[in-house]
């Protein structure tokens, strides 16, 4: 989710500290700074900002009112605060400064349907867009994780389309996660000269091209040595070349 910023604060003014006097924006509503003072890094902490503590009061509350039960303090470490002048935006529905809750969670719900449409239709990729057609290689997921009673997941089995497939396949593995993955391996893998590769995670490894942890060379065993760590699509598993999952067509 993007970062909330009112309507009446301007990106170029924000400040990484703010002043006291200041009029903040801060969980949709506007606060008036009252105190900023240094805070010492704490035991194992390491940062490029220093660290600061902050006390605000609601901002259409008196300043000098003694009664602080709805001042707030913390402690921050590295943000942008957007600076309101004196006289800001606020919904008349709720109160918030703008955009409120309301307009965010409406926004933020219809992006998601924007999402969800893509993976609507069967037989249609939703990272390109484009039909799968017969002829290209592609990967299936009966369950549809994304749009709900939807068709079974169809990706293209192509670099333009692998980041697509790889995040729905992380999705996808959140609610079936005993099922093996196909475009995530995370071992550490060994290139060899001859066309196959050795794999940390040996035969759970999914397959040459999944994401993995680190990527050499062999040293000295083949003659000639690969000329690149990635191995190529069709290279083998030494340990045992495993059925990939899930179903995948390659008549290609
Ligand atoms: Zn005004
Ligand atoms: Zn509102
Ligand atoms: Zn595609
Ligand atoms: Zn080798
Ligand atoms: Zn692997």
């Known amino acids: 989710m993007r970062t909330w910023w009112p309507d009446g604060a301007k990106h170029g003014a924000a400040k990484a500290r703010p002043e006291v006097g200041d009029i903040i924006g ?22 490029w900002h220093k660290p600061y503590m902050l006390h605000l009061r609601p901002a259409h509350l008196d300043t000098w009112r003694t009664a602080m039960d709805e001042d707030i303090h913390g402690r921050v470490v590295g943000m942008r605060w957007p600076i309101l002048g004196e006289h800001y935006p606020v919904c008349v529905k ?20 924007e999402n969800a ?37 169809t990706f293209h089995l192509r670099n333009k389309c ?7 396949e992380q999705k996808w593995s959140r609610e079936y996660p005993d099922r093996p993955l196909r475009f995530h391996c ?21 397959g040459p091209t999944a994401r993995h942890r680190l990527w050499s060379i062999c040293s000295d065993c083949c003659v000639p ?12 598993n030494r340990i045992q070349p495993q059925l990939l999952h899930p179903q995948e067509s390659s008549d290609a």
């Open 117 to 153: 449409t893509r993976f609507e239709t069967a037989g249609v990729c939703p990272a390109c867009e484009e039909v799968v057609t017969h002829r290209q290689q592609s990967v299936t997921w009966q369950e549809n994780v994304v749009a709900i009673l939807g068709p079974a997941v």
């Open 186 to 206: 995370g071992g550490d893998l060994v290139n060899h000269g001859d066309g196959t590769y050795e794999c940390s995670r040996e035969g759970d490894c999914p």
């Open 162 to 168: 692998f980041w697509g497939a790889y995040e729905y």
């Open 26 to 47: 801060h969980d949709f509503k506007p606060w008036r700074v009252m105190e900023v003072r240094d805070s010492p890094l704490r035991e194992g902490e390491s940062t």
């Open 225 to 236: 040595r690969p000329r690149h760590c990635e191995p190529g699509p069709n290279a083998t």
């Open 94 to 113: 709720c109160g918030d400064l703008t955009p409120c809750r309301e307009i965010v969670a409406t926004e933020t719900a219809a992006r998601s349907a």
